[in-house]
């Protein structure tokens, strides 16, 4: 009996492992979390910048393609030799060289179907956004009670020793006597990360004054700073999630990421093993991309079309005024950077709730959906900058419209928009309108119907008959 049952539980895991849900939750890390964390990350992008040198090396040199276990391989030799490495969970370095691994089958991919796609590139400094646990609960465990999630090896990242000579990043010539004190040369960039200390010069002197035994004497050999062994994410200390909504299904991988505005996130990817059917509701709507109207329903309702974007533009022109007068490489040039990101971030977030309301409010409410297929004539439908703005809205909207019907068990397909919006959705009579004529007045049976109620009838006609659920009508679509 039980071991039927599990059987069965393992076929449904089987059958369904592709459905994959992801779960995003805002993080807030405490300052030192934060330091670990960005710590982690410019580790982590040293290494993919030094597996992609390896690469481009070995092929330039030998004609040679390195593999995903080649590079796999090199990482125990990498550790002994960048010892900061083996602060970071090994998993996550893995993961690294996994993403090399994909960036360049996708180069090669378009390659072969003869795009001209960018070679792999350096990550430059702050352009490494995040760090993938694949085996989630390794190294990265919610706590679904304590609104916590805690991870592994970020609390115990080794600072580099005083002075331990060798491949010490911090040789003791960094070190500046001054009697009784000690300084610490400008641009040491890992002391400060870890320190804690406000970054005034002379609270920073003061931490690592006392990290020296208040004696004034030069570090012991091998004398680990005190906050090596801090209080950090592994162990007292987990950081504080906000769980505004439940994780379903099992984990398998987290990511943690920082936003362009400095904010924290992490994704859970769940496997899902069933998918959660709505009840039936016995209606069908086709849905048409208006110019006028974000999308014209075949029910007659109409979705206004939102422009967040156009509400966005002079506050984005004007942090993009302020960014342009900041000097290159000062403090100022990144603060006001953050502010421009934050426009940025306000169009997405506004447009996401958006979509997201009006997809689930659609799904909810019917069984069949019939959308204009975007990849199809997507050039010729409209013009101008406004459009392609609209048109990111539209995708968005689309996608999010499609994986919820999957998930609820609707039916939902992409019709070919071609004649959609010449054609009589009463009598199949085809005309050509300008643009601009927001009216269709059939000349053949006399009916006047909104442009776009029109054309969103005739997306409902097409997707109907692609389905199969309605007999083939009069009119003629493309490709019969
Ligand atoms: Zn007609």
Known sequence: MNGSLLLANTHALRYNSCVRKTFK??????????????????????????????????????????????????????????????????????????????????????????????????????????????????????DMDARHLRMMNIGQLRLPRMNAGGSDPLPLSCFRLRDPRFTVRRGLRPYRAVSGGPSTGRARWLRWHRCCDHSGQPPRENAIHP???????SGGEAVKVIL???????????????????????????????PSP?????????????????????????????????????????????????????????????VVARVYERVAWRRGDFSHQHSRHIVDSFDVIA?????????????????????????????????????????????????????????????TLPLSDRIYPCPCCGVVLDRDFNASLNILGVGLHTLGLAPRSSRIYPGE
């Not at 016995?282 to 309702?301: C, M, N, R, W, Y």
């Not at 939102?306 to 603060?335: D, I, M, N, V, W």
């Not at 459009?387 to 019709?415: M, N, T």
């Open 25 to 142: 939750y805002r993080l807030y890390p405490n300052k030192q979390q934060q330091r670990l964390l960005e710590q982690q990350l410019e580790e982590c992008r040293w290494l993919y910048n030094h597996l992609l040198a390896e690469r481009r090396a070995a092929w330039e040199e030998r004609r040679e393609s390195l593999r995903l276990y080649d590079q796999h391989a090199t990482l125990p030799a990498l550790k002994a030799e960048r010892p900061t490495l083996a602060g970071v969970q090994s998993q996550i370095l893995q993961n690294v060289a996994v993403r090399i691994d994909l960036a360049f089958k996708a180069f090669f991919r378009r390659c072969a179907a003869g795009e001209t796609p960018g070679y792999p590139r350096f990550r430059g400094k702050g352009r490494y956004d995040s760090i993938t646990f694949p085996q989630v609960p390794v190294g990265c465990r919610l």
């Open 227 to 233: 906050l090596a062994q801090a209080k950090g994410l």
């Open 244 to 274: 505004h909504r439940p994780l379903e299904g099992v984990p398998k991988s987290a990511t943690i990421r920082r936003s362009r505005t400095g904010k924290w996130y992490v994704s859970f990817s769940c496997e899902c093993t069933e």
């Open 278 to 338: 709505l009840q039936k509701t016995g209606h069908q709507v086709g849905i048409d991309v208006g110019l006028k109207t974000f999308a014209a329903l075949s029910t007659g309702e109409d979705i206004a079309n939102p422009r967040f974007f156009c509400q966005e533009e002079k506050a984005l022109a004007k942090a993009q005024r302020c960014l342009s007068k900041a000097e290159q490489g000062t403090p100022e040039r990144a603060e006001r950077r953050k």
């Open 371 to 431: 959308v204009e297929d975007l990849a199809v004539n997507r050039m010729t439908h409209h013009h101008c900058l406004a459009k392609s703005i609209h048109d990111a809205a539209w995708s968005q909207f689309a996608d999010l419209l499609s994986y919820k019907a999957a998930w609820a068990g609707r039916r939902y397909v992409a019709v070919n928009p071609a004649y959609t919006s010449q054609d009589c959705s009463q009598c199949g009579h085809r005309q």
